[in-house]
């Protein structure tokens, strides 16, 4: 089935400057790559989300990027503010008719510093 | 429009026995998942059901299983529970079968084994 690794596990930016979390996947066919934000005892959110027919997309600070060839794809949070500190997860999923259902990174703890 | 809704918020069992977890999608949604999220981990993908059958299911024993009722609302039910149950259950709504639809997930529950 689907692997899914995620780096950092923890990432620590001061206020202002820029986060990028990278995941890699193993299964060529996959073709939806979400991320979710989880803050403390809270439900992950989904916060943007990338299909394999593009290649990069933006939603205000946050953006994806997705490198098929290298099944490679991050986040990217620009102007990082205190309410962005969180534990992030990348997930892949297979199309319809797939197994697995959404595989997940780990995640990774971003820590905002002030 | 009430998001995904899932009852109860915890629960205590003991070894040996059995828990009934439930899940109300989002309005519009037919599809609902359930994932298992250990501390500090990731959401595991457990099983998903459209159109009250099981059509996906992850590499969960078959203690775990589960139920869509004609509404769209699901039912996880873990038989012979073990300590190593103890997690937060997640269920998330979709709409249409596989998973490379925007997933949202509830609140979840949150079960404490001894």
């Known amino acids: 089935g689907e692997n899914v690794e995620q780096h950092p596990s923890t990432l620590s930016v001061q206020e202002g400057d820029s986060a990028v979390i990278k995941c890699t996947y193993s299964?060529?066919?996959?073709?939806?790559f979400p991320w979710y934000k989880q803050e403390l005892g809270k439900r992950p959110q989904l916060i943007i989300d990338i299909r394999s027919n593009v290649g990069e997309k933006k939603d205000q600070r946050i953006a994806v990027t997705l490198n098929k060839t290298a099944k490679h794809f991050s986040l990217h949070i620009t102007e990082t503010q205190p309410e962005d500190s969180a534990v992030y997860f990348c997930?892949?999923?297979?199309?319809?008719?797939?197994?697995?259902?959404?595989?997940f990174g780990k995640g990774t703890h971003l820590i905002i510093q002030p | 429009d009430a998001g995904v809704t899932q009852s109860p918020t915890h629960l205590i069992k003991t070894r040996g026995q059995q828990v009934t977890l439930r899940c109300s999608p989002k309005s519009g949604h037919d599809t609902v998942s359930w994932y298992q999220q250990a501390l500090g981990q990731g959401p595991q993908f457990i099983f998903q059901y459209y159109e009250e059958e099981e059509r996906q299911r992850g590499n969960f024993p078959d203690r775990f299983s589960g139920h869509q009722f004609p509404n769209y609302s699901s039912e996880l039910n873990v038989n012979a529970l073990l300590l190593g149950d103890s997690a937060l259950y997640l269920c998330?709504?979709?709409f249409g079968s596989g998973s490379s639809g925007e997933q949202f997930f509830g609140p979840g529950t949150r079960l404490t084994v001894l």
């Open positions: 299964d060529s066919a996959s073709n939806y």
């Open positions: 997930a892949a999923s297979l199309p319809p008719g797939g197994a697995d259902g959404l595989t």
């Open positions: 998330a709504s979709s």
